[in-house]
């Protein structure tokens, strides 16, 4: 080999391998950061860490603070030893309230009395002295004397006519004042006066 050819092929040699130990241009690396950057933000996170901290803190010891203070303020329960002295409530005094003027009670099982008549809220007027106050029929018809009668049936049919009744026909065999189921008339047998005379009361005059 001449020296001539000897020189180009060491030419060729050093050519490759500087091609091989050059960097490739289509990906570059990103430059290291320097350390005194890193330092800095770590010392930054730390303040910031601590400064969190510390608020937390201080939240805590705000609120415990806070609960003393109502404990400290709220008045102490009283002993259980101490007995609370009750006072009984006064009753309400009701006045008696009459069935009708001449009659205290009802006169029916299905009657309401009166003392308890129109309550709720579909009554709005409860003064009865403006209210409908007729008189119990109940009690006007025992003011009715005795019909004394000779027959063993008699026949009532409450005077007739549109204030009347159905015709009912009544026994006065047994010695006592028989009563129309309708109207309430009483009526005896003569043959029953004097039995009826000698009682101490009669529930209408005789």
């Not at 109940?138 to 409450?158: F, K, S, Y």
Request: proline share 11%; aromatic share 6%.
């Amino acid at each position: 080999m001449s020296a001539g050819q000897a020189g180009s092929s060491t030419s060729r040699i050093g050519a490759s391998l500087r091609r091989r130990n050059k960097p490739s241009t289509s990906l570059p690396l990103p430059p290291p950061p320097p350390t005194t950057h890193l330092t800095m933000y770590a010392l930054r996170l730390r303040a910031a860490a601590r400064g969190l901290a510390r608020q937390c803190t201080l939240t805590q010891r705000t609120f415990a603070a806070t609960a003393r203070q109502l404990d400290s303020t709220t008045t102490p329960p009283l002993p259980a030893s101490t007995e609370s002295v009750t006072t009984p409530a006064e009753a309400p005094t009701t006045t008696a309230v009459q069935q009708a003027p001449n009659r205290t009670e009802i006169w029916s099982r299905s009657q309401q009395p009166r003392s308890k008549a129109m309550m709720g809220p579909r009554f709005e007027q409860t003064d009865f002295e403006l209210q409908p106050q007729p008189y119990a029929a109940i009690e006007l018809i025992h003011q009715q004397p005795v019909r004394w009668t000779h027959d063993r049936i008699v026949a009532c049919d409450g005077g007739g006519g549109p204030a009347g009744h159905p015709k009912i026909f009544i026994n006065t065999d047994k010695a006592e004042i028989c009563t129309c189921n309708y109207c309430g008339l009483p009526f005896a047998n003569e043959h029953h006066r004097k039995h009826l005379e000698a009682l101490p009361q009669t529930s209408y005059p005789l």
